[in-house]
């Protein structure tokens, strides 16, 4: 079964182990470990104290924009539509 990352749109080797989340998505170990990085930064910048619901909530919601499945809008994006795979023309990303 062929798996393509939902940031960079790049096949995902079979071979290749995801981590739990990251396979949920899918999004490749490169674009994952960019979204670990950037984590760092959303939540030092937003201020983000984790053991407030609230603020989980908005750090996975920024995760689910980096990866491409959700836009800024908050809409939910059909990664699996090819019309929906052109993350250069999406505002935000």
Request: with cysteine; charged share 35%; glycine share 4%.
């Amino acid at each position: 079964m062929s798996r393509t990352c939902t940031k960079c749109k790049n096949s995902i080797p079979d071979s290749e182990e995801l981590g739990v989340v990251a396979a949920k998505y899918p999004t490749c170990n490169k674009c994952w470990a960019e979204w670990k990085e950037y984590q760092i930064m959303v939540m030092n910048e937003m201020k983000l104290d984790m053991s407030m619901l609230d603020h989980r909530k908005l750090l996975k919601k920024h995760e689910k924009i980096f990866v491409g499945v959700l836009s800024p809008e908050g809409e939910v994006v059909d990664y699996t539509n090819e019309d929906n795979r052109k993350p250069e023309e999406r505002p935000g990303a």
